[in-house]
């Protein structure tokens, strides 16, 4: 069965900036519609990061557009996320997501904290 892992997170000051990391482990990311991040600060509602389809449209949170960027290594089975210009709003576990016809598969979530 498939597994998405998430990596890449930690601690960083506002200004900076993380990669995180989603590989597929026990399949390809070829099987998946849709991959996407999403995340969910403590006490609140888990929420869209950014996504990305098979045939590479993307989409984002206006909360992220123009400091986070999305992308797939096909070769590397990964999907990637850039994140610049951290703020401490952005503090929340990140989760993968990978979307196959209706069924939903997740990560296990990687904890980003920005603080000073």
């Known amino acids: 069965q498939v597994r998405l892992v998430e990596s890449g997170g930690g601690l960083v000051q506002p200004g900076g900036s993380l990669r995180l990391s989603c590989a597929a482990s026990?399949?390809?990311?070829?099987?998946?519609?849709?991959l996407g991040w999403y995340r969910q600060a403590a006490g609140k509602q888990r929420e869209l990061v950014a996504t990305?389809?098979?045939?590479?449209?993307?989409n984002y949170a206006d909360f992220v557009k123009g400091r986070f960027t999305i992308s797939r290594d096909n070769a590397k089975n990964t999907v990637f996320l850039q994140m610049n210009t951290l703020k401490p709003e952005d503090t929340a576990v990140y989760l993968c997501?990978?979307?196959?016809?209706?069924?939903?598969?997740w990560g296990q979530g990687t904890q980003v904290t920005v603080s000073s």
């Open positions: 997501n990978g979307l196959q016809g209706t069924l939903f598969y």
């Open positions: 026990g399949g390809t990311i070829f099987r998946f519609n849709r």
């Open positions: 990305i389809t098979s045939d590479g449209k993307i």
